[in-house]
């Protein structure tokens, strides 16, 4: 059964304390692992896809890295604009394009 | 990148009406998806909804309670039928750039439901 498991369920951090963010997974066919931020009361912003192990992306304070069972959000001294909730997703092969999330990380980051 | 507007953003029911929840998307997209995210849980998807064909529901889903209409490429609309508190959840849609597997999804703000 494809499966998204995401860890910490909640982090906080100091400003400048860096960390990372875990996603596993287990899926028939990856066609790809989606990040996204969702802020309280809106809908997710993506952030990145990647496709292949071995698979960086960075944007700003954030970079997200790919293996064959899980992805890492890395952020890198943290503002407290980054406080939000990380949600991690995988598109499996087969599918109509729909996501499989998982439940998300809560970050916290404190001034 | 493109944007669904998504209506209400909120609402309080009562138990045994229905609420229809619309979204309209600023392009035209061939396939708009349905979740359901409940508090602590994933966001957990209801239905698939490609135009001019019927939704296609997953699991645990049915058409009798949560009918789904995708009129034309830009616009769908779900009800949430006979309503319970357990249905009380943040409902949102969703669909994605393009026809290829490889594009990003995007997604509306979300409908927060209530039902009392």
């Known amino acids: 059964e494809d499966q998204v498991t995401q860890s910490p369920e909640a982090l906080r951090l100091q400003e400048g304390e860096s960390s990372s963010l875990n996603c596993s997974y287990t899926?028939?066919?990856?066609?790809?692992l989606f990040w996204y931020r969702q802020d309280p009361g809106k809908g997710p912003e993506f952030l990145f896809t990647?496709?292949?192990a071995g698979e960086e992306k960075e944007k700003e304070r954030l970079k997200a890295t790919l293996t064959k069972k899980e992805s890492f959000l890395h952020i890198t001294a943290p503002k407290p604009e980054d406080s939000a909730t990380y949600l991690c997703?995988?598109?499996?092969?087969?599918?109509?394009?729909?996501?499989?999330f998982g439940k998300g990380t809560k970050l916290s980051v404190k001034p | 990148s493109a944007v669904i507007s998504q209506k209400p953003s909120r609402d309080i029911c009562q138990r045994g009406t229905s609420l229809t929840i619309q979204c309209q998307v600023d392009s035209q997209v061939t396939m708009m998806f349905w979740y359901r995210q409940q508090p602590g849980q994933s966001l957990t998807l209801i239905a698939t909804?490609?135009?001019?064909?019927?939704?296609?529901?997953e699991s645990g889903f049915v058409i009798d309670k949560f009918p789904i209409s995708r009129p034309n490429l830009t616009f769908s609309t779900l009800t949430v039928s006979n309503m319970s508190p357990e249905d009380s959840s943040i409902y949102l849609c969703s669909s994605r750039k393009g026809a290829a597997m490889n594009t990003e999804a995007f997604f509306g703000q979300g409908t927060r439901l209530t039902v009392v």
């Open positions: 899926v028939s066919g990856l066609r790809g």
């Open positions: 990647l496709y292949s």
């Open positions: 909804a490609n135009q001019g064909s019927e939704a296609t529901y």
């Open positions: 997703a995988v598109r499996r092969g087969g599918s109509q394009g729909n996501l499989i």
